[in-house]
């Protein structure tokens, strides 16, 4: 299905500006609105005065409102990185979820919303040609400040509908867990595989607050059983499994 045949209108936001050094998109960066209505969320959207903006915003019943042109750079994203990147805008396309978020009663995404945004987004990437991991939630780029989508995004619906990168993740149990403060070689090896994917934290050091928040943003999208940011079997296993089910050209 294509933007023509998505049904959207068009709603300016006057808060964008040129890509910077990009030629075109390489990421698509999901979040939810954390607002009470997906209507207040547009109001602050458009509002000259917000300072944020975003590409493209999807009601509950999957209206879809388009805000800032594709080939300008929309202010959605803030301080981030990817892959050792910053300008997180300047490399990505925002869609605002409509969800009231963590601080008004986080809420189940309703599925037709959810279908719209896959749709949304096969779109964006098959025309920018975006990899599938590529796909990402605000929190992944930024994951000391952001808890968006969060946990209660279907990431496994979008990945059926051909959307995002994805493994089953392996369920919650006992075992070895590395948490704030412990250190040595499986906490260097954890900090290497996170970077590795593609999260702002540097390779080699000790489990800390960085460490602690990158691996709670993991969770959000690919473990999401259980946020603690405690890098249980499960969240260490699974990471494992997305870095292998990575083609090696994609690696970096």
């Avoid at 409102?65 to 202010?75: F, I, K, S, Y």
Wanted: net charge negative; charged share 20%.
């Amino acid at each position: 299905m294509s933007r023509t045949q998505l049904k959207h209108h068009w709603h300016p936001s006057p808060n964008f500006g040129p890509r910077q050094a990009v030629v075109k998109p390489e990421l698509i960066i999901l979040h939810y609105t954390g607002m009470k209505t997906a209507d207040a969320a547009r109001d602050w959207l458009s509002n000259p005065q917000s300072g944020v903006s975003c590409h493209y915003l999807v009601d509950w019943a999957g209206a879809i409102t388009q805000m800032v042109d594709e080939d300008l750079r929309a202010w959605h994203a803030g301080a981030g990185s990817w892959k050792g990147r910053g300008d997180i805008n300047s490399l990505s396309i925002g869609i605002e979820v409509h969800n009231p978020g963590h601080e008004l009663g986080y809420a189940d995404f309703h599925m037709e919303q959810i279908d719209v945004v896959s749709a949304l987004c096969l779109d964006i990437a098959s025309r920018h040609g975006i990899l599938p991991e590529c796909i990402l939630g605000h929190s992944d780029t930024a994951p000391l400040r952001k808890s968006d989508p969060g946990e209660k995004f279907p990431w496994n619906r979008l990945h059926l509908a051909g959307v995002g990168h994805w493994v089953e993740p392996l369920p919650v149990q006992e075992g070895k867990t590395l948490r704030l403060g412990d250190a040595g070689a499986e906490v260097a090896a954890l900090r290497s595989n996170l970077a590795d994917y593609g999260y702002g934290i540097e390779p080699s050091g000790p489990f800390d607050i960085t460490t602690q928040a990158v691996v709670r943003a993991f969770q959000r999208h690919f473990r999401q059983a259980k946020v603690d940011g405690l890098a249980d079997p499960s969240t260490v296993e699974t990471l494992q499994r997305l870095l292998a089910a990575l083609p090696d050209r994609r690696r970096t």
